[in-house]
């Protein structure tokens, strides 16, 4: 299904999900360290044939990937992701810490926050990684403490005051600005609370799994320090300072005032672990839907993106966006209104987003912002695939959140060594540009209910058959979802 330009776009798409990850590694398993004070070579292990058990590579940081390449490469590259968690593990065997953008076998502290605890919690849920999982989960354990890669902000290398932590654990958010002055990049203290608590409910998850009651339950309740930058006045997340007063003369359409690459109208939104909890703050989900649903209005009069390129972003002309699908802080919030009991509002402007956004074939038409080395094309290839994860896939089974597809068919080839059958098939029945609304969805011919599929269900391989229409589903279909929603 789909046009030409529509399949030809979408394997370009799938293409981009591998770039900018590079093996450093050579045929022997030896590999540049520079974790150290001095430059070393390093040596993968062998298995019984003398060969490495895995490659060693180089990444971009994994900041935005639970969105994208954490879910992606799960379905179709479950090889690559697997390598990938060993190569950062090995990392924090040389250097100590497990990275979030490691480059020429070193750590470039790039970003914020703790970003590979989602996308190694997600593996280890999806079965590719089995052995070791105490040892994992003490080294990441290890970012979010005193000492680990969150007290750094982006590009800190030399110090650890930029990323505000030791606040966030002592008054559960990070001011803004940092008393200590400036250090590194990205030192907006709304953002990185969000994204600290976001990062602490992923690594809960795993120390649910492994039976770590009380860690679970500290981790846990930070995750909750987003209310405290949530300002009821305005509606909106807010920087604070150190004395808990909030930033002056407000506005939430300012970019990169206590938000990372982003302004408050695009951050507000990044709850990925409690969007029910997000609109409960918000007056309930039918306001919160409303609020939500205004902001894509006004930004699909600027084409949900702040301009063509990454670094016009803070131009006056673009800067005042309130959704941007050119970088990643607000790449999901076409999907949260699955979560707030509006399916059909997810479907409707995953549609927009995609045509608009990601149907072109040269960069002036759909690699708009920050393509940043295949997590914008990842993000494509799900949405037109009609499958999302909010919360990175770290749930004991993850869950994928339905949208919907562009084509009529597609078919995800399950690798044999990791999943049990060969083939998993999207089937869109009636499927158009007007027969956009998903009005029931049939599980190798069993209803599924509440616009959501378990992993373990698409891996043990089938047919979901999605029957479109041009009108949204009925009141009771979508109050179903809002219960599911709260569930």
Same mark, same amino acid.
């Given at each position: 299904g789909g046009s030409e330009t529509d399949r030809k776009r979408f394997y370009t798409d799938l293409w981009h999900a591998l770039q900018g990850r590079r093996i450093i590694s050579d045929a022997n398993g030896a590999y540049p360290d520079n974790t150290g004070a001095a430059f070393r070579v390093g040596q993968l292990p062998l298995d019984e044939n003398g060969k490495p058990k895995f490659n060693h590579y180089n990444s971009d940081s994994f900041w935005g990937a639970q969105w994208t390449i954490n879910t992606l490469w799960g379905l179709v590259y479950p090889e690559i992701k697997k390598e990938f968690v060993y190569s950062l593990l090995q990392y924090?065997?040389?250097?100590?810490?497990?990275?979030?953008?490691?480059?020429?076998?070193?750590?470039?502290?790039?970003?914020?926050?703790? &970003?590979?605890?989602?996308?190694?919690?997600? %593996?280890?849920?999806?079965?590719?990684?089995?052995?070791?999982? #105490?040892?994992?989960?003490?080294?990441?354990?290890?970012?979010?403490?005193?000492?680990?890669?969150?007290?750094? %902000?982006?590009?800190?290398?030399?110090?650890? *005051?930029?990323?505000?932590?030791?606040?966030?654990?002592?008054?559960?958010?990070?001011?803004?600005p940092i008393p200590e002055g400036e250090f590194g990049g990205h030192q907006d203290g709304a953002g990185q609370t969000m994204e600290y608590a976001y990062q602490d409910w992923t690594l809960a998850q795993l120390a649910k799994r492994l039976g770590h009651t009380n860690d679970y339950k500290y981790f846990l309740r930070r995750s909750g320090n987003f209310k405290n930058v949530y300002d009821s006045s305005t509606g909106w997340m807010r920087p604070k300072n150190l004395a808990g007063e909030w930033?002056?003369? *407000?506005?939430?359409?300012?970019?990169?005032?206590?938000?990372?690459? %982003?302004?408050?109208?695009?951050?507000?939104?990044?709850?990925?672990?409690?969007?029910?909890?997000? %609109?409960?703050?918000?007056g309930g989900q039918e306001l919160a839907a409303e609020k939500l649903n205004k902001q894509f209005e006004t930004a699909e009069t600027m084409g949900f993106t702040a301009g063509t390129s990454h670094d016009v972003e803070e131009h006056p002309e673009y800067r005042r966006i309130p959704i941007n699908y050119g970088n990643q802080p607000s790449i999901q919030t076409a999907y949260v209104f699955n979560e707030i009991g509006r399916p059909d509002?997810?479907?409707?402007?995953?549609?927009?987003?995609?045509?608009?956004?990601?149907?072109?074939?040269?960069?002036?038409?759909?690699?708009?912002?920050?393509?940043?080395?295949?997590?914008?094309? &990842?993000?494509?290839?799900?949405?037109?695939?009609?499958?999302?994860?909010?919360?990175?896939?770290?749930?004991?089974?993850? #869950?994928?959140?339905?949208?919907?597809?562009?084509?009529?068919?597609? &078919?995800?080839?399950?690798?044999?060594?990791?999943?049990?059958?060969?083939?998993?098939?999207? #089937?869109?029945?009636?499927?158009?540009? #007007?027969?956009?609304?998903?009005?029931?969805?049939?599980?190798?011919?069993?209803?599924?209910?509440?616009?959501?599929?378990?992993?373990?269900?698409?891996t043990k391989g089938g047919k979901l058959v999605l029957q479109m229409s041009n009108t949204p589903s009925s009141e009771e279909d979508v109050r179903t979802a809002q219960i599911n929603a709260n569930r």
């Open positions: 924090q065997k040389d250097g100590g810490m497990i990275p979030r953008g490691p480059s020429g076998g070193n750590y470039t502290f790039v970003m914020t926050g703790s &970003s590979s605890t989602p996308f190694i919690v997600s %593996a280890i849920q999806e079965g590719l990684i089995t052995e070791d999982l #105490e040892d994992i989960y003490k080294a990441l354990k290890k970012n979010h403490m005193l000492g680990g890669i969150m007290e750094r %902000a982006g590009y800190e290398h030399k110090t650890n *005051f930029g990323g505000g932590f030791k606040y966030y654990v002592e008054n559960g958010f990070v001011p803004y930033y002056e003369n *407000f506005d939430p359409y300012q970019h990169r005032v206590g938000f990372v690459e %982003a302004n408050s109208a695009q951050a507000t939104w990044f709850v990925p672990h409690d969007l029910p909890g997000l %609109a409960k703050l918000m509002l997810t479907q409707y402007w995953t549609r927009k987003v995609v045509k608009k956004t990601f149907s072109g074939l040269s960069p002036s038409t759909g690699y708009n912002g920050d393509e940043d080395q295949g997590l914008m094309g &990842s993000l494509a290839v799900l949405m037109k695939m009609g499958l999302f994860q909010m919360n990175g896939g770290v749930d004991e089974d993850p #869950e994928y959140q339905i949208g919907s597809p562009i084509f009529d068919k597609i &078919s995800i080839e399950l690798n044999p060594d990791y999943y049990t059958n060969p083939t998993f098939v999207i #089937e869109s029945v009636n499927n158009s540009d #007007e027969n956009l609304y998903v009005n029931d969805m049939l599980l190798d011919d069993l209803p599924l209910q509440g616009y959501v599929i378990r992993h373990s269900q698409i």
